[in-house]
């Protein structure tokens, strides 16, 4: 694992193969649920959307008794949804100190714009 926070939370530099953010092939959310993903992380560029395969593996975190994730430290932000916001011109904080900071770079999700939504 990386020292860093930043690189390591921005580690994954491709959609999973079953990323809902990808045009083809996503896994199938509810109604409106990835419209209001991408509102969110629009409307408030502190958030973030963790990586399914990630959360949902041995090294995601765990739920409580109310529902609610408990993050392991080991989540990171889903690719796809990078490749979106940065399709769209609106990397989050997290993004941008990462960016500045050189542990990751502006473009390194470019390769994916045409396969994920809009």
Known sequence: MSSNPFEHHLRLKRPCSNCPFRLEGGIQLEPGRLDGIIRDLLADDRGTF?????VYSSAGGTWDADGQYQPSGNEAMCAGAAAVLMK???PTISMRVAFAMGVAKPDQWDHFAEEVVD
């Open 88 to 90: 769209r011109g609106r």
């Open 50 to 54: 963790q990586c399914h395969k990630v």
